[in-house]
């Protein structure tokens, strides 16, 4: 029991004091070891006969339905389908890609952001996995996984930092943009060669919510702010602790006659508006110093 304490502690403390990314590969992870703690029960349970169709029937409850009416009587499944992993390797892929798509965006736009982006991702994919289940030939029944969730951390990054270089294995240094192309290129030849049709449709819908996350940004909408708001509420709901009331003091950054612009004293998102543009111009390490570390804070707020 010492030894489960320990883990257990480890696995608490890890979800308190870790970034946003690392919560969310524990949690992906932690329902894969749920999924398959409960797949080994059942093999036993039943003497390795028909566990694989049961454990599909419990899945069906939480995987994202093509069935409009399936949908209608599951509405849960677009959010608990982009947590839910069958095998191994689907599992490991999506927490690589995560863990490296995750840490970047958060270090670029802030922590507070990753969630949200993954959220909505997650419900793009969804929304296109359906839409294609219903127009599309060769699509399955149910849809699972959280590449489309992950799709849309890559296609953030992607906008915001193209230049940005990875170190891969057995690869070497290479372009964020470079791998991000890749991906999408394989997901548009799944899809014209009809394997995993659905599949790829959520991740190019995941892809697109990205884009869109960033284009928002960048005039002045942060379509992060009401997820936030919304999962804070619902936290608040359950604590019984009310969200405190923010009040913000508007400062005039106009500048006036004669005055240059590089004296400007710029607003926290002006600033980090312009950083961002500079990175998409420029790339991320043509940054200066001052930038960087500017970045590094606001990535924590």
Same mark, same amino acid.
């Given at each position: 029991?010492?030894?489960?304490?320990?883990?257990?502690?480890?696995?608490?403390?890890?979800?308190?004091?870790?970034?946003?990314?690392?919560?969310?590969?524990?949690?992906?992870? #932690?329902?894969? @070891?749920? @999924?398959?703690?409960?797949?080994?029960? #059942?093999?036993?349970?039943?003497?390795?006969?028909?566990?694989?169709?049961?454990?599909?029937?419990?899945?069906?409850?939480?995987?994202?339905?093509?069935?409009?009416?399936?949908? #209608?009587?599951?509405?849960?499944?677009?959010?608990?389908?982009?947590?839910?992993?069958?095998?191994?390797?689907?599992?490991?892929?999506?927490?690589?890609?995560?863990?490296?798509?995750?840490?970047?965006?958060?270090?670029?736009?802030?922590?507070?952001?990753? &969630?949200?982006?993954?959220?909505?991702?997650?419900?793009?994919?969804?929304?296109?996995?359906?839409?294609?289940?219903?127009?599309?030939?060769?699509?399955?029944?149910?849809?699972?996984?959280?590449?489309?969730?992950?799709?849309? !951390?890559?296609?953030?990054?992607?906008?915001?930092?193209?230049?940005?270089?990875?170190?891969? =294995?057995?690869?070497?240094?290479?372009?964020?943009?470079?791998? @991000?192309?890749?991906?999408?290129?394989?997901?548009?030849?799944?899809?014209?060669? $009809?394997?995993?049709?659905?599949?790829?449709?959520?991740?190019?819908?995941? !892809?697109?919510?990205?884009?869109?996350?960033?284009? $928002? &940004?960048?005039?002045?909408?942060?379509?992060?702010?009401? @997820?936030?708001? !919304?999962?804070?509420?619902?936290?608040?709901?359950?604590?019984?602790?009310?969200?405190?009331?923010?009040?913000? $003091?508007?400062?005039?950054?106009?500048?006036?006659?004669? $005055?240059?612009?590089?004296?400007?004293?710029?607003?926290?998102?002006?600033?980090?508006?312009?950083? =961002?543009?500079?990175?998409?111009?420029?790339?991320?390490?043509?940054?200066?110093?001052?930038?960087?570390?500017?970045?590094?804070?606001?990535?924590?707020?």
């Amino acid at each position: 029991m010492t030894l489960f304490n320990s883990i257990w502690d480890d696995l608490r403390n890890t979800i308190r004091s870790g970034n946003m990314v690392t919560k969310l590969v524990l949690v992906n992870f #932690l329902v894969f @070891v749920l @999924v398959s703690l409960v797949f080994f029960t #059942l093999f036993i349970a039943m003497s390795g006969e028909g566990h694989g169709e049961a454990l599909w029937v419990g899945l069906d409850y939480l995987a994202m339905p093509a069935d409009w009416k399936e949908l #209608l009587w599951h509405p849960w499944t677009p959010i608990t389908s982009m947590f839910l992993h069958q095998s191994f390797w689907h599992v490991l892929s999506n927490l690589i890609w995560l863990y490296l798509f995750g840490n970047i965006v958060g270090d670029l736009v802030g922590d507070r952001r990753v &969630l949200p982006i993954y959220l909505l991702g997650g419900l793009a994919g969804a929304f296109a996995y359906f839409v294609s289940a219903n127009f599309l030939p060769y699509i399955g029944g149910h849809a699972l996984g959280a590449s489309a969730a992950v799709m849309a !951390l890559g296609g953030t990054a992607l906008l915001i930092a193209p230049d940005y270089r990875v170190m891969l =294995l057995l690869i070497g240094e290479i372009k964020l943009k470079y791998i @991000v192309l890749v991906m999408i290129l394989l997901d548009l030849v799944g899809i014209a060669n $009809q394997a995993n049709t659905g599949g790829h449709a959520a991740h190019i819908g995941g !892809l697109f919510m990205g884009f869109l996350f960033v284009y $928002q &940004l960048r005039n002045g909408s942060d379509m992060a702010e009401p @997820v936030n708001n !919304l999962i804070e509420g619902i936290q608040s709901l359950f604590s019984g602790k009310k969200k405190p009331q923010m009040r913000f $003091q508007r400062t005039n950054t106009a500048r006036k006659p004669g $005055q240059r612009t590089d004296t400007v004293d710029l607003s926290h998102q002006e600033k980090l508006d312009t950083i =961002l543009d500079k990175i998409k111009q420029e790339g991320y390490e043509n940054l200066s110093a001052e930038e960087k570390e500017f970045l590094f804070h606001a990535s924590k707020k």
